[in-house]
């Protein structure tokens, strides 16, 4: 297979992952967020959070159906442009991505029609009945990324296996296929990433809501829990990072190198914080770098080895400079979301978050920072790995199928305008329904339901009677 054809193979794959991998992310954060609002609507009583769960779970609907569509689209690349890495490593992979179909993608869907359809039909002394069914969507939405991450961890830190006279890969051990040495960290990492994507697109949503009207109690509401998620868990994902860091220095140690910048093998190593990576003469040029502080981060010692580049040939090595801004990219997005945190902190403090009109703003810019720091944290993960599949095992040269470059071209022209037009679409519906403020009902004294409409930064009242409860006029 000529390299045009393993290029436009791999162009492909990461085109339709990068598609892909934004719709589970904000699922899986989705579901645990309507699950919360649900389980405070059940505690208080209180019909905000009842609306809050009602607006979100229309979104997550969506978003469900698109992360679908796109996964299998993905997976159908295997079959056509990654036949021989189907083969080599199926015996290991192939039950790992049935177990992800029949247990969490079942789960999902089959109490996901029970969320949206089965609401109404319980009464509100069996209304736990429907928390317990967005706790199983969201339950099942965990337990998808634990099946598809464990997939992708044995890819980068292969374990529990052995090789027949196919030299196909082969299972000895499940446990340790399941639970391979970077499993652990990237499920956390990768969770608490979908979290924070959740939370920051919540705030947005409510800071857009509360802009057009200051005084829209879900706006306020959305934005508040938003806020306390970014303060909160942003310093957890911190630290999740640096300990997801060391592993990969353990076990990935050229994709650290990559990801630094470092050429050479040095002790007290320091931290870049900005360079331009040239392969060419093997140096970071008009670097920016603090002495000592890379050996500090990555082994917690001062005078701590970071092995370089060089301690490969050149063809072991990953493509330096996308691993070096990529990680750049997320590392800055996730302080940013940190400062972000902090600040709303401050207002709240001063009783000021919902009436600071520049932070509001703010807030609408960064809703999508988590799908760009997950994106450009993919791009780390995977091209950090290179050039192989299999980390130091199947190269990536070697796990192509033999077909023509024109025809992986042609498929490639072809998910590109597909993908821009049906979830170009998709995601232009997703937004449009962000943009309708929920609706807010009340009960009031004499059991009427009032429903608030906000318009600006007036409101109006509509009030409907219901039907009696035999059903009869009156």
Not at 47 to 76: N, R
Not at 432 to 457: A, C, F, W
Request: proline residues 5%.
């Amino acid at each position: 297979m000529s390299e045009l054809a393993i290029d436009l193979a791999r162009i492909q794959f990461a085109f339709t992952v990068s598609f892909h991998i934004i719709f589970p992310a904000f699922s899986i954060g989705l579901a645990s967020y309507i699950t919360v609002l649900e389980a405070l609507h059940l505690r208080t009583k209180q019909h905000q959070y009842l609306e809050l769960s009602k607006y979100w779970t229309k979104i997550f609907a969506v978003t469900f159906g698109m992360g679908v569509v796109s996964g299998i689209v993905m997976s159908y690349q295997f079959g056509t442009n990654w036949g021989v890495f189907s083969d080599k490593t199926g015996p290991v992979l192939g039950p790992l991505m049935g177990y992800e179909v029949l247990t969490a993608f079942f789960l999902e869907a089959g109490f996901l029609g029970i969320m949206l359809f089965g609401r109404e039909r319980v009464g509100p002394k069996l209304h736990f009945l429907a928390v317990a069914v967005v706790a199983f969507v969201a339950f099942g939405t965990l337990l998808s990324a634990t099946w598809i991450l464990s997939v992708n961890s044995w890819m980068q830190t292969p374990a529990g296996f052995d090789f027949n006279d196919k030299g196909q890969f082969v299972v000895t051990d499940w446990f340790e296929v399941v639970f391979n040495p970077s499993f652990p960290y990237r499920l956390v990492h990768m969770v608490i990433a979908a979290y924070l994507t959740t939370a920051f697109m919540v705030a947005g949503v409510g800071a857009w809501h509360l802009l057009r009207a200051p005084h829209n109690e879900l706006g306020r509401i959305s934005f508040s829990m938003g806020m306390w998620m970014a303060v909160l868990v942003t310093p957890i994902q911190i630290v999740a990072g640096d300990l997801h860091g060391l592993n990969t220095l353990e076990h990935q140690p050229m994709k650290v190198a990559a990801m630094e910048g470092h050429f050479d093998t040095q002790k007290g190593a320091p931290l870049i914080l900005f360079g331009i990576p040239n392969e060419e003469t093997e140096t970071v040029d008009y670097k920016v770098e603090i002495p000592k502080l890379g050996s500090i981060i990555l082994t917690h010692s001062v005078d701590g080895e970071i092995k370089g580049l060089k301690s490969v040939p050149p063809e072991e090595r990953p493509p330096v400079a996308t691993v070096f801004w990529s990680f750049r990219i997320m590392v800055g997005i996730g302080f940013l979301m940190l400062g972000m945190g902090l600040v709303s902190l401050w207002l709240r403090y001063k009783k000021t978050l919902y009436e600071t009109p520049w932070f509001l703003r703010t807030c609408v810019y960064a809703a999508p920072c988590g799908f760009l720091a997950i994106l450009a944290g993919w791009v780390t993960t995977e091209v950090g790995r290179q050039p192989y599949t299999v980390y130091g095992l199947l190269k990536t040269s070697e796990s192509v199928s033999p077909i023509d470059a024109s025809a992986v071209g042609a498929s490639l022209a072809v998910f590109v305008v597909v993908y821009f037009v049906i979830f170009g679409a998709g995601i232009y519906y997703l937004l449009k329904l962000m943009r309708k403020s929920p609706t807010k009902y009340e009960q009031d004294l004499d059991g009427r339901i009032v429903t608030r409409l906000s318009h600006g930064n007036s409101s109006k009242d509509i009030t409907v009677n219901p039907q009696p409860a035999s059903g009869k006029e009156s």
